[in-house]
């Protein structure tokens, strides 16, 4: 088993795939490379213009010379430094030992719950997933909510969420990266219970991977680095689709959002991006359509693309409306909208997103 290594890979102002360093890397060699990779940079890249500083500039600049260095400081390490970082069998098999399935044992707690009332299938539909193991699930308990930021909670919340981790999951919960929490070792039988102790916490909306779903970094609201702010963005689109029927019947989307082209939020990889950017100290932002993260739903990763200039804050969440619109005017039964948007094409989006826009105040092309 081995990797192929690709170095250089953004998106942002200089969208690159990233350049393949090596074609094929035995695994136990990973740390040794990566080692090379970050002694090539640490020499030749950038540091002295921000600007210029990030790896993928590098790549870009030397190419060749670059998977050159990379190779020549490769074999310095190998063979001159006695490949110091070659993960061995017995590291190999003391890591491996972390990841056994811990002593399972079902909460089997009563519960009110109504087995086939539709919130309660709506959540087993959205939020609970198959499991390796028979009888088993895997549970992702949702952080985005009205009232509170994606991902958001309080110490009280977590000390509870910590409890429910313990009856409920063998003591182990895990973050996800669309900023919810997911319990892996749930038992089947358990479901009405979780479900119920769930909603006493506020964290049982059955709108994974749904429109609500949406991923935001913290931006200007918390980050010295941003452009504008996101929290607000995220507070507006999330009040604005309580609906469930109305969620449901949109379906899959994700929404991504990035306070600045830093992209904590992965805008670039939403079917809808929402990037900040700042023109004469204002607040803007950027839409974009069409990104994919890589993700059975969404396909191979791409970058979206800018729908026009730049909107107000005020227009964000009628530019997100003008785009379900038609959506729902152009899908065909059961289309998914990162299908509808790929088989019209982005046209109709462009236009709807671009009629959104306010009489005032006057947009921006950044
Ligand atoms: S994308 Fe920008 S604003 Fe958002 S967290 Fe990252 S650096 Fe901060």
């Given at each position: ?27 136990a ?58 993960i061995t069998a017995a590291e190999f098999e003391r ?272």
């Open positions: 088993m081995g990797f192929t290594v690709k170095v250089g890979g953004g998106m942002g102002r200089t969208p690159l795939v990233g350049a393949v360093v090596r074609d094929f890397l035995p695994w060699e990973l740390l040794n490379y990566i080692e090379a990779i970050v002694r090539v940079y640490n020499s030749y890249g950038r540091r002295d213009n921000k600007w210029k500083a990030r790896i993928k500039i590098l790549v870009k600049s030397e190419g060749q010379g670059f998977i050159d260095a990379v190779e020549k400081e490769y074999q310095a390490i190998v063979q001159q430094d006695g490949a110091p970082h070659t890591v491996a030992r972390h990841f056994v399935v811990p002593p399972l044992a079902p909460a089997n707690r009563p519960s009110q719950v109504d087995p086939q009332g539709q919130l309660y299938q709506r959540w087993l539909r959205q939020n609970v997933r198959g499991h390796k193991l028979a009888g088993m699930k895997t549970v992702t308990l949702s952080f985005k909510r009205v009232g509170f930021n994606p991902g958001d909670a309080d110490g009280d919340t977590l000390q509870a969420l910590a409890q429910l981790a313990e009856d409920f999951s063998a003591g182990e919960a895990r973050l996800t990266h669309e900023q919810n929490l997911l319990l892996p070792w749930v038992f089947a039988s358990d479901l009405p219970a979780l479900y119920e102790a769930a909603r006493q916490l506020g964290l049982a909306q059955p709108n994974i991977g749904l429109i609500t779903d949406m991923i935001s970094c913290p931006g200007g609201d918390f980050c010295s680095l941003a452009n504008a702010r996101s929290l607000h963005i995220a507070a507006a689109l999330t009040e604005r689709y309580q609906d469930l029927d109305e969620i449901f019947d949109l379906g899959p989307i994700d929404i991504h959002m990035s306070g600045c082209i830093n992209s904590c939020g992965h805008h670039h990889s939403g079917h809808i991006g929402i990037l900040g950017v700042d023109k004469d100290g204002k607040e803007w932002y950027q839409i974009t359509l069409g990104g994919a993260d890589g993700s059975t739903l969404s396909g191979p990763a791409i970058g979206g693309k800018v729908v026009g200039p730049s909107f107000s804050a005020a227009e964000v969440p009628d530019v997100i409306e003008a785009l379900l619109d038609t959506f729902r005017a152009l899908r065909q039964p059961g289309e998914l909208f990162i299908d509808a948007l790929r088989r019209i094409g982005h046209e109709p989006f462009k236009l709807a997103a671009n009629g959104a826009r306010h009489p005032k105040p006057e947009a921006l092309l950044i």
